[in-house]
């Protein structure tokens, strides 16, 4: 089985400062890992994936994570910030062949952007 | 570009009553999901779908419960008599061709038990 873990559930920043947001991951197995957003009234939009190729993941709007192994971690960043990112950020995991299971979501982080 | 939809966006119901929510995928994908929030909680799996028959079911996923293609392009989930705990936002999800192609999520239908 697969756990994730985002500590923060709320990250304020200020427009044009960089973020990070934080997720940990559990799993017996090789696993792939993914960042979704969820801006206001909206679905679940996939920001970035990995999948075993490159550690470092570059996705949409500017966003970017690594894939750290040794600490099971897959943060997100963001190098500057916009007033467009406010959402809601869930990290999730799949077991690396794919999984009829289904993915393995953590709560989310709502990032708030600050003027 | 092609996107998942799910209508009811809102759905209020008195426990008790049946609720069927409606998605329709994304044509030519062949896997799909359906996960929910509650209010303030993690996204859950509940249920996916391949082939015309369940492929795996969460615990959340009980008899109440049932999932149908009916027609070739929707995906429905029924909840037979609905519960107040049942109150959440509901989301579709399909899959291309393989289990390990992107899951595309559409935007939830949030239902409401009174």
């Known amino acids: 089985a697969q756990s994730v873990t985002q500590l923060d559930s709320q990250v304020p920043v200020f427009e044009e400062a960089p973020v990070e947001l934080r997720c940990n991951y559990s799993s017996s197995v090789s696993v792939y890992l993914f960042w979704y957003v969820q801006y206001p009234n909206q679905g679940l939009q996939l920001l970035l994936k990995?999948?075993?190729?490159?550690?470092l993941v570059k996705g949409i709007n500017g966003f970017e994570a690594e894939f750290n192994k040794s600490q099971t971690s897959f943060h997100l960043r963001k190098p500057s910030v916009h007033i467009s990112d406010t959402a809601e950020y869930f990290c999730?995991?799949?077991?690396?062949?794919?999984?009829?299971?289904?993915?393995?979501f953590g709560k989310g982080t709502h990032l708030i952007i600050q003027p | 570009e092609p996107e998942v939809t799910q209508t009811p966006s809102h759905q209020v119901t008195q426990m008790g009553q049946e609720v069927i929510l409606r998605c329709v995928p994304i044509?030519?994908?062949?896997?799909f999901y359906w996960y929910r929030q509650i209010l303030g909680q993690k996204v859950e799996f509940l249920v996916s779908?391949?082939?015309?028959?369940?492929?795996?079911k969460s615990e959340i996923f009980d008899d109440q419960f049932s999932v149908e293609r009916p027609d070739g392009s929707n995906f429905t989930l029924k909840i037979r008599s609905t519960k107040l705990e049942d109150s959440a936002m509901y989301f579709c999800a399909s899959q291309g061709t393989s289990i390990t192609d992107t899951q595309y999520f559409g935007p939830g239908t949030r239902l409401t038990v009174l």
């Open positions: 999730a995991v799949i077991p690396l062949g794919g999984g009829a299971d289904g993915l393995t």
């Open positions: 990995y999948t075993s190729a490159a550690t």
């Open positions: 044509s030519n994908h062949l896997y």
């Open positions: 779908f391949y082939n015309n028959e369940i492929s795996e």
